[in-house]
């Protein structure tokens, strides 16, 4: 696939920009890529790049145009086609001052390089075929991961995670769609075989059979990656705010036994089962004349609303009243568990009155107050937000709503094509769909993807990376 830059003035420019965040620190790297890397290089420093060992870091000063030196810098030098980018890059290890980072990009472009747009090393490394769209997308989000367990996921995907899974399953695509166009153009010769409508069958069964479980990882991959958020709903004073802390590790909310404390959400972040997970605690749902208050209930019905879980908390030292199952419709229609709090003290509200007459995995008992069940309820959210970690952690999961849509595409064109030969249409039919489908593939791996989806992810990129 070859480069255009992005944009016709930038075809064959050579870019430089710090590899490395700004502000002070003990090492920066400037880094240079295209076909005149190696020519800046030598005009910044002593160095004869064509003498260098490729990958291998090399004393020099550094230098601007008029001679005068900038640092004393390590450096090191990526031929074509081996490098990042898939063009000749050079990078400049230099001691971490911002003046001289920015002395040493001055004299890089003063040589004949331009400034690096956002995600430029990364777009290219696309265009010259180093990685797939799924793999950049993997590289963005392993950059902004929040968890240790967000960040494996990422780099699963970095390292091809969903191409290795949907390559193939494409490649038999193309191989059905070519024995369907031979059915198709050449079925009246004797050396073409015949395409059953039983076999078509069986083939696109066996490549949605493989399609189905990676849609199926999205949702848990799409948290992995955006985080989830979990709303503490109920009634005033059972305990909300006093959980939140208990789940945040940390005074988050102001705890007092006046009903209405809270009169907006407060909310804190957590990693459960590698999940970033938003825990938000919201203002009692009840009938009040405090405008104020009735704002903040009007603010957590739209929390709630829009929560992955909701943490239904009762009182478990009274009994349940009008109020609480009033509220519990509200929560009900959401996923949901039912946390029975204060159980400190003695055991009045079981969760079986909101529960359908019966305790389950939906019920957990806790204390907020001392500690006790909190680990029970951690880990309970954690089967609700991630019920497929164990197959997420072994794969790369669809991770966005690009992923999401073009897998469905694919499963929705193949449904259509087995429909086609198990009512005995002629080849052009299933092999239509067949074809979209393949396409669908080709979509999410980049092979086929629009200039916008391009620019969408690659300006989300730091300016060297």
């Not at 050579?14 to 920066?28: E, K, M, N, R, Y």
């Not at 990422?154 to 191989?175: F, N, T, Y």
């Not at 949901?336 to 055991?347: G, I, M, R, T």
């Not at 593939?441 to 992810?457: K, M, N, R, T």
């Amino acid at each position: 696939m070859e480069y255009n830059g992005g944009s016709p003035s930038r075809e064959g420019a050579t870019i430089v920009s710090p590899a490395t965040p700004g502000g002070a620190g003990a090492v920066s790297i400037v880094r240079l890529s295209g076909p005149a890397a190696f020519r800046i290089l030598a005009a910044l420093t002593p160095l004869s790049p064509a003498g260098l060992a490729p990958r291998t870091l090399v004393r020099a000063e550094v230098r601007d145009a008029g001679g005068a030196a900038l640092d004393d810098a390590l450096i090191a030098c990526f031929p074509a086609p081996r490098s990042f980018t898939g063009e000749d890059v050079a990078e400049l290890h230099l001691h971490g001052s911002p003046a001289v980072v920015d002395a040493v990009v001055r004299a890089a472009c003063a040589a004949g390089a331009v400034p690096a747009e956002p995600g430029e090393f990364s777009r290219r490394a696309f265009h010259h075929g180093k990685m797939d769209l799924t793999q950049a997308e993997g590289l963005a989000d392993l950059i902004a991961a929040r968890t240790g367990e967000a960040a494996a996921a990422a780099l699963r995907q970095m390292r091809g995670g969903i191409g290795s899974e949907v390559g193939p399953l494409r490649e038999r695509l193309l191989s059905l769609l070519a024995a369907l166009e031979a059915a198709i153009d050449f079925g009246d010769e004797d050396d073409v075989p015949e395409a059953k409508p039983e076999q078509i069958a069986e083939r696109v069964c066996e490549i949605s059979s493989r399609l189905e479980p990676l849609l199926r990882s999205f949702e848990a991959g799409r948290r992995f990656r955006d985080g989830a958020t979990v709303a503490i709903a109920g009634v005033a004073n059972v305990g909300k705010s006093r959980l939140l802390n208990r789940l945040a590790g940390e005074e988050r909310a102001i705890v007092d036994e006046a009903p209405g404390t809270t009169r907006d959400y407060l909310q804190a972040e957590v990693s459960l089962a590698g999940i970033p997970v938003l825990v938000v605690d919201t203002a009692g749902l009840r009938r009040t004349e405090d405008p104020v208050e009735r704002k903040g209930v009007l603010r957590s019905r739209d929390v709630i609303a829009r929560a992955d879980l909701v943490l239904f908390v009762l009182d478990g030292g009274r009994a349940v009243e009008e109020v609480d199952r009033e509220a519990f419709r509200e929560a009900a229609g959401r996923p949901h568990l039912l946390v029975v709090n204060k159980s400190d003290l003695p055991a009045v509200a079981t969760g079986e009155e909101l529960a359908g007459g019966k305790e389950g995995r939906g019920v957990v008992r806790v204390s907020a107050k001392t500690g006790e069940g909190i680990a029970s309820l951690a880990a309970a959210v954690a089967r609700e937000l991630a019920p497929s970690e164990g197959a997420v952690r072994a794969q790369a999961p669809l991770t966005r709503e690009r992923h999401r849509l073009a897998v469905e595409k694919a499963l929705s064109a193949l449904g259509r094509a087995k429909a086609s030969a198990a009512a005995g249409l002629s080849p052009e039919f299933p092999a239509a769909d067949v074809r979209e489908a393949s396409r669908a593939l080709a979509e999410l791996l980049g092979e086929v993807a629009p200039e916008e989806v391009l620019d969408e992810l690659f300006r989300r990129f730091c300016i060297g990376k």
